[in-house]
């Protein structure tokens, strides 16, 4: 199992950053993928970037050149760098890491921390 507590939300105002944190702990070598995504009420969950084991990344088109989702494996700890904050970024941002268990790909998610962005 593979356990996920993340930190660093909070209100920033337009234009401002904020750097998200996602502490992952248990079953860490079963880790696949690890990624952030962000909710808002009333509306799906949505992928907002993605890092595999190897380093690669990807970006939701409308965070492209203003968020940057890094991972450092000597803590176990994956972030995502948010610059150039407007309204629209503005929801639950969850982390989430998908893992191997017995050859069956498991996720699990973290839960949550609030991103307030004020115009």
């Known amino acids: ?57 990807n970006y939701t088109d409308s965070v492209k050149g203003r968020f940057i989702i890094s991972r450092d494996n000597a803590d176990n700890t994956m972030y995502l760098e948010m610059n150039s ?11 989430n890491a998908h893992y191997l268990v017995y050859f069956k790909i498991n996720y699990t998610w973290g839960q949550g921390t609030q991103v307030t962005v004020s115009s």
């Open 1 to 57: 199992q593979v356990q996920l507590v993340e930190s660093g939300g909070g209100l920033v105002q337009t234009g401002g950053s904020l750097r998200l944190s996602c502490a992952a702990s248990g079953s860490i070598r079963s880790i696949i993928i690890m990624g952030w995504y962000r909710q808002v009420p009333g509306k799906q969950r949505e992928l907002v970037a993605t890092i595999t084991n190897g380093g690669s990344t």
């Open 85 to 95: 904050l407007n309204p629209e970024d503005t929801a639950v941002y969850y982390c």
